[in-house]
Each structure stands twice: as structure tokens, then as C-alpha cells.
């Protein structure tokens, strides 16, 4: 079967086919014949040449979590439909990253910025996390002002780039 | 002896103190917010009580409401944990004046310890070393100045009221201190409403080493040796171990009776923790005293044997301390991890989510104080910390390949965790060596990013070896073997399980 695995806007193409007590998993022009069990829901133990993988996968909505070696791997299945390109959203940034306390807001209207730039400072149980500009621009509107309580996800300033 | 107590507290702490109650025989009361109702602090205690509202300025930190879920369930006692209101002398006062033993110091000692000028007063007094620096009351910018010169450079500006780095400038060159104290007011003002600053020399190569102490209510004080937290993100610690790399018997003795010292000025008693800084040269000066049990109190533990939790409840029913000072002793090493639920990728932003799978490492001397499970919700609400996971061993290198064996078989899956980012900082050489200062992290994983950026091909195979077992469409491929004839070439497409 093919299978398509999308991980970090990255799509990998592999191929696995079972014959007997083999999988063999054909990935970026190597073949890798592996021996596995499934020990308990989930947790794999894989054979690979004299190395024994040991790996727990677990399911999301989408989403497949894979643990190997000490690595988390968050990984989806994808239908290959012509060429994908994965979009980077460049605006996220300007959300908030977590629900807290605007604690500063380090710019004004009209203020030109470079990327890099603090635009924000949130503060959330102890922890402070600073918006910084995505790219060079210009601040159009400001949607909250120091000591407002701001939710994940809300956009802290608005801007526009240059 | 204390009966009922009720932890005002969630997550990791409020299970270890309830634990440590349930085998005293004490029972337990938890109180929690709304999106905590499942949460394993909820389900181990014996009674729990609903605070609503998840801020935690209307529930964990809700004075009125704490104290009087205290004397309905009729509590004689409520332990604070660490964090929130643990250190709130309203509260453990609060808690005193409606007759409920608050386990924790008297209101005084922590009012004292929390305003850092007027702890180092009261230390200096008592003879403990301080850093050289100023804590006047003269806080215009020229006598500031004066004082700062005096006490020479690099120097640290420092928010009276402050705490986890705000307010603060380290001045290299006289040119830049005025500019600096400036600075350093005005945040402090912004942050905490007070622009008290004091000065104190910087330390070249320091280290935060802390003693752990016990004090009962009969004027018994010991110290229970040191933990090295030098390893910290931002001023949080993230790394502890007992006992210091640093540490030399002499330097042991000398500093653990400065601390004891340091608890005998204020009459202190239950759990506490003096803070030192120690230099290159092996100077070390009082830093704070945390009224409280601390995160990392397991690594003391392990190396001694003796349960803090315990003791502090035990201390608390007023039972006098049997341990004397000369019949403790250290045995082994103990290295405590902090994880989290942020992603050391991503400037260390939080991590939320649902937990998919949680399955903590299990073997001799590891151990895994945590407050999560499987299909838990980590919300923006709290702290991120998930669990601590502490290991012991006979010593510190048998530790640290211990603690990192632990990480690497640590899943959890649903949420991005810091565990790549602690193995990384635990298998650095200079960690190995035991060269740390509180700039490590800064010296060498200021921009650290994961180098698993891409999928490794173990991750791709363990991926497609699952989907190949658990897909339901497969078609039979084995008919491309050598057989022409087998019937399987002639079965066509089929499927396991499908219905008839």
C-alpha cells in the first residue's frame, strides 16, 4: 500500500507491503525489510536487521502521534490530490499564543516595525511570551491595551506588512 | 495529631500531600476549578470540594471561599502546596484566625522572607552572608548611583517587590548605571506597583545551591544538606540534583549551618528552603528563604531517606522532630526533571492539548510524581508542568544515564513536551562534568532548536508498519509470490472483519 505522511508542511511517500512475517517499507529509494509485533495496543516492537525499535503510536482525530526512541512525532495521513503545497500562515503570529495578561504593549498606531520586533508582552501563570512582528510593517489597530485579559488566539495587533 | 486537611492546591503537589496524608491515616480534602473536576488530585482525595470559576484568582487563589470550604467540610487543617496561595501570609494568617492549622510557617516568618530587603537585613544581623550591595532607603538615582559605584562592577539592579527576572539589568560599566537604574524602576513600577530597586554585586560562575531545612514548634531546627539548582530556563529551574557536583564536605558543613542558622533567626518552623548563591571561588551568600516545600524537595528525599511531606504534617499535628542533625546522612545521587507541556522549538511556548497517552517509565529507583493521565486536558489556565520524574543512583554519572534512559522512555503523546530538550542539556559534556552556572542554559541552548526537524526513517517505519497492520482495505499482496496457481491471485480484493 502507498501511503503519504505529512509532517512539518513535509509530505513523505512511502510504500509497505507485508509478505509472511516481512513488512517491507520502501522510503526515499531504500528497501527496509523489518520483522514487528504489535505487543499491546499500540506499542510496536520492530525488528531492523540487528536493532529492535521499540515505537507507541496513538490516533488523534487526524492526526497520528508517533513516539520513537524518546522523540514525539506528530504526523498526519494525506491523499496525495496533484501537488500539494502547504501554506504557511504568516498572520498566526499575531495571535496570542496562550490566555493570560497583556502585561506591555510596546508600540503605537502608525509605528513602523522590523521583524523581530516585540509588539507585546503576555503574561500567563508566572511566564511572560512575547509577540514579535512576523515581518517588516507598519501597526494599523491595536486590539488591547496593557492590563486587558487576552484569550488564546485573539490577535494582539494588527499590521501591515511593507 | 492533624484529621482532615484540605490541599488548596492541584495538579502533582496536591497528590504527593495527599498520599503522604492517606498513609498517616489523615483524610483529605481537595478543592478544584471547574475544567479540574477529573483531574487526579479530584479522584485520590477523599472529599473534594468545587471552586467553579478555572481563573485561578477565583478558585486556587480565592482566600474567603478556601477557608470557608475548610470549615464546612470541617477540616482542622490545609496544607498550600507549593505556588498559589503558599506563600500568602493573608492566607496562612486567614487560616490562623478561624481556629485551622495552617501547615506552613507563621504568618510573620513568611511575611518577613517575602519582602527580600528586610529578609537580608535580618540575615546580615544574624551574621549569614549577604551579597555585597545596597537596600536603602535612599532610592533617588544619584545616591543610587553613589552606592552602585561603591560596590563596583558588573553590578545587578534588582526590583525589591520582583521575582522571575523582571526589573532586572546586570551593569558591566559605570557609563550605562544611571541608564539602568532607570530602566529597572520603570518596570518594576509597571509590574509590581512599587520601584524599590536595591543593588548587589554580580557574581561571576554562580551557582544556586539550596539547603533544605526542617524546624518543628518546640525550637528544633536541622538542615537536611543541599540541592544544586543551577540549571534553570528564564529563572525557572528545570534541573535539580542532590547532591552538588561542587560540593566539598568542609563547604557542606559551613553552608548547612549558615541555613540552620539563617532558621534559627526567625524562629522558623515546618519545611523551608534557604537560597544561596556561590561564586567560582566557592563564596556563597544568602540569597532568600522559600517558606514553603519545594518543587524539587524529592531529590532530597531520595538521597535521605526522609519524607518532607510527612514531616510537615507530622510538624504541623506538633509532634517534636525525632531526626537530630548528626544522624542524617547522604547516600547516592538524585537528578529531578521537570517536564513540561511546551515546545523547546518554539521559544518554549505552552503546549495545549489533549493528552492521547500518557505512560510514565517505570523501574527500580525511578520515580514519577505527576498530575496527569491519559484523555486529560491541559488547559492555558495553570502552570504547564506535567510531572516530575526523579531517579536516584549510586552516583551522579550512573544518575544522569539513568534519569536520561527514564526521559527517552517517557510517552507522552497529545501535547509537545520539553523531554528532548532535558536529555540534550543532561547529555551535554560540560553538564557531565558538573560545570554549571545559571547561565548554562543561556551559554550553551540559547537558540536550541530540535534537530529531529524532519521525520527520522525509524519514526516512518514504526508509521507504516501500523498502518499496514491495522489497515482494513490491504489488498492481499502475496499472491505476487512465486506460485502462479495459488489461489489467493484469484481472490481479488477482500477485506478482515467486514460484514456479511
Redesign the interface.
Same mark, same amino acid.
Given at each position: 500500500?502507498f501511503?503519504n505522511?505529512e509532517?512539518?508542511n513535509?509530505v =513523505?511517500n512511502?510504500t509497505?507491503?507485508?509478505? %509472511?512475517k516481512y513488512?517491507f517499507?520502501t522510503?526515499?529509494n531504500?528497501e527496509?525489510r523489518?520483522e #514487528?509485533e504489535?505487543i499491546k495496543p499500540?506499542h !510496536?516492537k520492530?525488528k !531492523?536487521g540487528d536493532r529492535i !525499535?521499540k515505537?507507541?503510536?496513538?490516533?488523534?482525530e487526524k492526526e497520528? =502521534?508517533?513516539?520513537?526512541?524518546?522523540?514525539?512525532? =506528530?504526523?498526519k495521513?494525506v491523499e496525495l490530490t496533484g501537488t500539494k503545497k502547504t501554506k504557511k500562515k504568516e498572520e498566526e503570529s499575531l495571535n496570542s499564543?496562550?490566555?493570560?495578561k497583556v502585561?506591555?504593549v510596546e508600540v503605537k498606531i502608525g509605528e513602523k516595525v522590523k521583524k523581530g520586533d516585540v509588539l507585546m508582552v503576555i503574561e #500567563?501563570?508566572?511566564? %511572560? =511570551? !512575547?509577540i514579535r512582528a512576523p515581518n517588516n510593517g507598519k501597526i494599523t489597530k491595536i486590539n488591547f491595551n %496593557?492590563n486587558d485579559q487576552i484569550e488564546?488566539g485573539q490577535t494582539t495587533v494588527e499590521m501591515k506588512k511593507s | 495529631m492533624l484529621t482532615k486537611v484540605l490541599v488548596a492546591n492541584r495538579g502533582e503537589i496536591a497528590v504527593r500531600i495527599m498520599r503522604a496524608c492517606q498513609e498517616m491515616g489523615i483524610k483529605t480534602v481537595a478543592v478544584y476549578s471547574e475544567v479540574d473536576k477529573e483531574a487526579p488530585h479530584v479522584q485520590i482525595a477523599d472529599e473534594s470540594i468545587d471552586l467553579g470559576d478555572p481563573t485561578p484568582i477565583a478558585s486556587y487563589l480565592n482566600i474567603p471561599k478556601i477557608i470557608e470550604s475548610a470549615q464546612k467540610i470541617g477540616a482542622d487543617a490545609i496544607h498550600p502546596g507549593y505556588g498559589f496561595l503558599a506563600e500568602n501570609p493573608d492566607f496562612a494568617k486567614s487560616c490562623e484566625d478561624v481556629g485551622i492549622k495552617f501547615i506552613g510557617p507563621k504568618p510573620k516568618i513568611i511575611s518577613l522572607m517575602g519582602d527580600k530587603i528586610a529578609a537580608k537585613k535580618t540575615m546580615n544581623k544574624a551574621g549569614i552572608p549577604v551579597i555585597p550591595g545596597y537596600s536603602g532607603e535612599k532610592q533617588d538615582i544619584p545616591s543610587l548611583a553613589k552606592e552602585g559605584k561603591k560596590i563596583g562592577f558588573p553590578l545587578l539592579v534588582k526590583a525589591a517587590a520582583g521575582g522571575?527576572g523582571?526589573g532586572m539589568r546586570i551593569v558591566h560599566s559605570e557609563d550605562i548605571l544611571e541608564e539602568s537604574i532607570e530602566g529597572s524602576k520603570r518596570e518594576s513600577k509597571?509590574?509590581f506597583g512599587d520601584d524599590t530597586v536595591f543593588l548587589e554585586k554580580y557574581l561571576e560562575k554562580p551557582r544556586h545551591i539550596e539547603f533544605q531545612i526542617l524546624g518543628d514548634e518546640h525550637g528544633n531546627i536541622i538542615h537536611l544538606f543541599e540541592r544544586e539548582c543551577s540549571i534553570q530556563r @528564564?529563572h525557572?529551574k528545570i534541573i535539580e540534583e542532590s547532591p552538588s557536583p561542587v560540593m566539598n564536605e568542609k563547604l557542606r558543613k559551613k553552608m548547612g549551618e549558615a541555613a540552620v542558622k539563617a532558621a534559627e533567626a526567625v524562629g522558623y518552623n515546618n519545611a523551608g528552603t534557604v537560597e544561596f548563591m556561590v561564586d567560582g571561588d566557592l563564596n556563597f551568600y544568602f540569597m532568600e528563604m522559600n517558606t514553603r516545600l519545594q518543587v524539587e524537595h524529592p531529590v532530597t528525599e531520595l538521597t535521605t531517606g526522609i519524607d518532607l511531606a510527612k514531616w510537615q504534617l507530622k510538624i504541623a499535628g506538633g509532634k517534636e522532630l525525632s531526626i537530630k542533625q548528626n544522624e542524617l546522612a547522604q547516600r547516592g545521587h538524585a537528578i529531578e526533571c521537570r517536564i513540561y507541556a511546551e515546545d523547546p522549538s518554539n521559544?518554549f +511556548?505552552?503546549s495545549?492539548g489533549?493528552l492521547?497517552?500518557v505512560?510514565p517509565p517505570r523501574g527500580p529507583n525511578v520515580r514519577d510524581d505527576s498530575g496527569i493521565y491519559t484523555g486529560m486536558k491541559i488547559t492555558?489556565?495553570?502552570?504547564?508542568m506535567l510531572s516530575k520524574l526523579i531517579v536516584n543512583a549510586e552516583n551522579r554519572d550512573e544518575c544522569i544515564d539513568k534519569i536520561i534512559w527514564a +526521559?527517552? @522512555?517517557?510517552? /507522552?503523546?497529545?501535547v509537545?513536551?520539553n523531554?528532548?530538550f532535558l536529555?540534550k542539556v543532561l547529555d551535554h559534556n560540560e553538564f557531565r562534568k558538573g560545570n554549571i552556572t545559571t547561565h548554562f542554559i543561556d551559554n550553551y541552548f540559547k537558540d536550541w532548536i530540535?534537530s529531529?526537524?524532519? +521525520?527520522?526513517?525509524?519514526? /516512518?517505519?514504526? +508509521?507504516?508498519?501500523?498502518?499496514?497492520?491495522h489497515?482494513r482495505t490491504?489488498?492481499i499482496?502475496?499472491y505476487k509470490?512465486s506460485d502462479p496457481h495459488s489461489p489467493w491471485k484469484h481472490v481479488g480484493r477482500w477485506r478482515m472483519g467486514a460484514e456479511v
Open positions: 500500500m501511503i505522511y509532517h512539518e513535509h =513523505y512511502v509497505v507491503e507485508r509478505r %509472511e513488512f517499507i522510503y526515499d531504500s527496509y523489518v #514487528a504489535e499500540g !510496536l520492530i !531492523l !525499535l515505537s507507541v503510536i496513538t490516533e488523534g497520528k =502521534y508517533v513516539f520513537v526512541e524518546g522523540d514525539v512525532f =506528530y504526523v495521513n499564543p496562550i490566555s493570560g502585561v506591555k #500567563a501563570m508566572k511566564m %511572560e =511570551y !512575547l %496593557e488564546i | 522571575g523582571k509597571s509590574a @528564564r525557572q521559544g +511556548l505552552p495545549i489533549t492521547k497517552k505512560e492555558p489556565y495553570y502552570d504547564p +526521559l527517552s @522512555r517517557y510517552v /507522552i503523546l497529545g509537545t513536551t523531554i528532548p536529555i530540535s529531529k526537524k524532519s +521525520l527520522p526513517v525509524e519514526a /516512518i517505519i514504526a +508509521l507504516s508498519v501500523y498502518d499496514s497492520m489497515s490491504e489488498e499482496v502475496r509470490e
